[in-house]
């Protein structure tokens, strides 16, 4: 069975710092481009940032660079978003999402709500 799990989210002030995680299980996780998501209410989803199989490529969104660094632990199957000084307009429900060619997967998301 697959499963995604984010963890980490929660309440924090503008200019404060999360660290969300996402782990996977039930596939094999060193094989997927792993990628994190956003999705405000009233919008759409959108691409934070990805991260290639062995970590050696990322890519970030013009709004997040900077300030958030997406990394990965393939031994733990874990992959990471380090966000900081983060703003009010980072608030939304973050995704963790596997991709590979042929197959894709998401968790359940965790909320980051960033509010004084």
């Known amino acids: 069975q697959v499963q995604l799990v984010e963890s980490g989210g929660g309440l924090v002030q503008p200019g404060g710092s999360l660290r969300l995680s996402c782990a996977g299980s039930?596939?094999?996780?060193?094989?997927?481009?792993m990628r994190w998501f956003r999705q405000a209410p009233g919008k759409v989803r959108e691409l934070v940032a990805h991260i290639t199989t062995a970590g050696v490529s990322t890519y970030y969104a013009d709004s997040v660079k900077g300030r958030f660094t997406i990394s990965r632990d393939n031994a733990k199957n874990t992959v990471y978003l380090q966000m900081n000084s983060l703003k009010p307009e980072d608030t939304a429900i973050y995704y963790c999402?596997?991709?590979?060619?042929?197959?894709?997967?998401w968790g359940q998301g965790t909320q980051v709500i960033v509010s004084s």
């Open positions: 039930g596939f094999t996780f060193s094989m997927y481009t």
């Open positions: 999402n596997a991709i590979r060619t042929g197959s894709y997967y």
